[in-house]
């Protein structure tokens, strides 16, 4: 592993794993060419594209490999594989030529754009499996912490370009770590697939994000179709089609699309509820006959920097904690096993689920004995020499955060006539659904309280969508499908989600019914009544 | 007319015009776009291409025009004129946005880029009228007089760049003066279709020619497809398809495809024979059911600079000469009415032809008087203060230019089992077919003897074919099934041909009775017996 991911924890692993049959965004075919005589006299170019016909149908040739053909096809005695990518659907043009057969070097990339960090996974496109990947922060990050100041900047002179150039040099550093350590040319890697939210898609192309903040939220462009990877500067073959993941509008990205692609709710009769909360929440819910999804600025509460003593998911930051309800005594544990500094977000949740059963909150989040904040680590044996804590600021965030997906959850449940109760699967995608715990997730409402094995991690969901629509172009139309099919419910300048927002007051839900191992963990520690709800 | 025309003769007209359904390579349409709003919140890009799609089918968008979309969207009131133009057959991508009605504003280039000259027409794409035309020397004449010296070039370093900027200044040049004459931008100009030969094409797009005069002469590509303008630097839209006329070979290119386009010879039930004499001469026989075609390096005796007082058509040329059969008097009219200067080909044709029928040379090319020169204009009259003269070499020059032409065509027609009396239609094409006098090409031999209501000169047919490639693609089909369809007979250390070659030794015709009308001149004027053959 590289240095720079020994340093923090970023989601690289995905869980599912769907079985695909491989046919990928470009192919490979390797030729064995009849030389040229006065009695079979076409040329260079029409003689190869000529054979790749026989293959695949019509292909197109660009100028710039026109230029190196005659060389190549003469210099490897007229045996030559060829490489073609899709530049719109079903329309294939050349991507590389090279001499003899290379046809099981073929290698792809599946991308995770995040508004924190991006990982690249390198992909053998020949068997579909994942060779290696390299993760790094989102070189944006150091011009603006948040989307919104991006956005911002972006607008102002030269600020896009800078932007695009961030993201650009994080990708090209990942994407060189990775060839290197695998041994293999930029050039060699001749496709791209990548989920990414709508904001980091417009930073990644260049295009302006502005109107995605303004009502009513229009991006540029949800589905950008095949790029170029020369076009945007990314080094590898500059011919390789980059393909960016769908998105449904300016708030429910290809990531989100990737992530449902990648947990297989759309192809599935039972009624299902994928999650994504990170920066921003997504929900989507649906199963093979119909999606519905929403979003909102969930989640600054769980990110690094808006608790008191939050930060990200580095080491030394607490990242899970237990409370005895007995002796109050706290028990956490540190990433990386580093003295603690700070709270990431699993911390937080599993802070105020643990001072609900503990009794120290009550369900409306408020701490019964009237307290500002909760010392999780005292000052001696922090790293920062000051006392790590929980305030009540913290929780009403934390409060909010739930209360949102809560109302958002309800709003869409409604929207298509069902009750909470009809959900049969839960996925948790992004960071925060791979590192929460599950339970307290539940214990606090930021989850709903199903069957536990029917509530699945997706993982890197975003990323392990990108790498099926990279293998497969049937997943990519299901991608395409998704994205077209979600019916979206903007929630900003809702006012029955703002209804519904407002009423989510209580730990885990105002109805507690809705919530029945944790009434049962709550009445057994004598906390509520057993007729309450 | 702007100054360089005026000071030379160039074919840009042409005889035939066929009317056509127009189906342009390019199409505009005019869209009214509802706004976007919480309930319609497509983004802009999409919200496009949808309109588009619903009258055109799938169409994809360049990165460079999602920069462009939001603002040219909301600055026009989401009413816009889309340009849509080929990049693949049938396969259609977004060339430009523009706001409100330009559906009229629809421009296109047919150009003929000739080794000597270059002309280029502005089509109104809407109607499918020329609107202008400009013509002038391809700037690659300065860097090389003849093809073979321009492939030479092309092959030291740096040389190939030179001839591409050479052509490409040419065409900027041009398109330059007709968008400013015409009042419009460049930008404005959305399509272009070239008719070209062979090495013309490669040089026009940078590929490296040096294998098209070596055996077994195989070209870069024939049917390089559409290549956006920005690729290549013409200054026109920078998404403008640019379709080189395919090319059977590399001694048939892209011109005689689009002059038998032009002639509509491959749509007629009636056997034709299509002549193209430039410093290349071209031959494509064949009607609606079969094509053959050769080629060979026929003309150099017709172009200016190979005859002793030989010139291009320019002022002062002799492009008509008549001899006296009795007094020996010549008469002759030079372009411009200028003093003459020199003998251009259709003088030089004009020139053997009076020679014969005045028996002043005999039906072997031999000046009967053994004399080493005719003067054509004595020292006095000439503007060079020389005589004007034409030599026993120039004439054996023409002689083994006519006899190629006679060869190839018995080539052609003992390959399909034909007779000269079998053709029904002749097509003279390029400057050689406009300017030559019939009666004189048909007494040398150089041109069959058909009723000459069945000879029809094409004038600049590349240019027309390239016309109707830029205004229906059906007509684009059209050329590439005659380039794929054309059997080529390839002449270089084709031993029938040489021996055929040798034989031709006669004016006009070995065979004299395969020139009844040349005949009976000759019989009458007592040149030869009334039995002779």
């Known amino acids: 592993m590289a240095d720079k991911e020994d340093r923090m924890v970023i989601l690289t692993d995905s869980i599912s794993r769907e079985k695909i049959s491989i046919d990928p965004m470009t192919r490979k075919f390797y030729l064995e060419l009849s030389e040229p005589s006065l009695e079979d006299n076409r040329a260079d170019v029409d003689r190869l594209a000529a054979a790749v016909e026989k293959l695949l149908g019509p292909v197109t040739v660009p100028l710039e490999l026109m230029r190196r053909i005659p060389g190549v096809l003469r210099d490897a005695c007229w045996r030559v594989t060829v490489t073609v990518g899709m530049v719109a659907p079903g329309v294939w043009s050349l991507v590389d030529v090279e001499p003899g057969n290379t046809v099981r070097r073929h290698y792809g990339l599946a991308v ?80 791209v697939a990548a989920g990414a939210n709508s904001t980091m898609v417009h930073l990644f192309l260049g295009l302006d994000p502005s109107r995605i903040c303004m009502a009513p939220y229009i991006p540029v462009v949800n589905n950008p179709g095949f790029i170029p990877a020369g076009q945007l500067g990314l080094k590898i073959n500059p011919l390789a089609p980059v393909y960016c993941l769908p998105s449904v509008g300016s708030y429910v990205g290809g990531d989100v699309v990737a992530g449902v692609l990648a947990s297989g709710l759309h192809r599935q009769p039972e009624l299902a509820l994928f999650v994504d909360i990170g920066t921003n929440g997504e929900i989507i819910m649906g199963n093979r006959d119909w999606l519905v999804g929403c979003a909102g600025a969930a989640g600054p509460a769980l990110e690094g920097g808006v608790a008191e003593c939050g930060m990200r998911a580095e080491p030394g930051a607490i990242d899970s904690i237990s409370i005895d309800p007995g002796t109050g005594r706290v028990r ?50 922090s790293a920062t020499g000051r006392d790590i804590v929980v305030t009540q600021v913290d929780i009403n965030n934390l409060m909010r955060t739930k209360g949102a997906v809560n109302a958002a959850l309800e709003l869409l449940l409604e929207s298509v006539g069902c009750e909470l109760s009809d959900i049969d699967r839960f996925y948790a995608a992004g960071a925060f659904g791979q590192y929460l715990h599950l339970e307290s997730a539940i214990t606090i409402g930021l989850y709903p309280d199903l069957p536990r094995e029917k509530m699945i991690r997706l993982g890197n969901a975003s990323g392990e969508g990108a790498r099926l629509v990279l293998l497969s172009n049937r997943k990519r139309e299901e991608a395409e499908a998704i994205a077209r099919n979600i019916t979206y419910f903007e929630l900003n300048a809702n006012q029955v989600f703002m209804n519904k927002f407002i009423g989510s007051k209580f730990l885990p839900h105002t109805n507690l019914d809705y919530y029945p191992t944790v009434k049962a963990k709550l009445v057994e520690r004598g906390l509520v009544g057993d007729g309450e709800s």
């Open 112 to 191: 995770d754009i995040g508004t924190t960090t991006v990982v690249v996974y390198l992909v053998d496109m020949h068997n579909g499996q994942i060779l290696g990947k390299a993760a790094g922060y989102n070189g944006q990050v150091a011009l603006g912490e948040d989307i919104l100041t991006r956005i911002y900047l972006a607008g102002t002179p030269g600020g896009l370009e800078q932007l695009q150039r961030a993201v650009l040099d994080t990708l090209n550093d990942l994407i060189g770590r990775l060839a290197g350590e695998h041994g293999l040319a930029g050039r060699e890697i001749s496709a």
């Open 332 to 381: 956490y544990t540190t990433i990386g096993g580093a003295p603690p500094a700070g709270i990431c977000g699993s911390g937080l949740v599993d802070c105020l689920a643990e001072l609900l059963l503990a009794g120290i909150v009550d369900r409306a989040g408020r701490f019964r004995d009237g307290r500002r904040e909760f010392v999780v680590v005292p000052a001696a044996e």
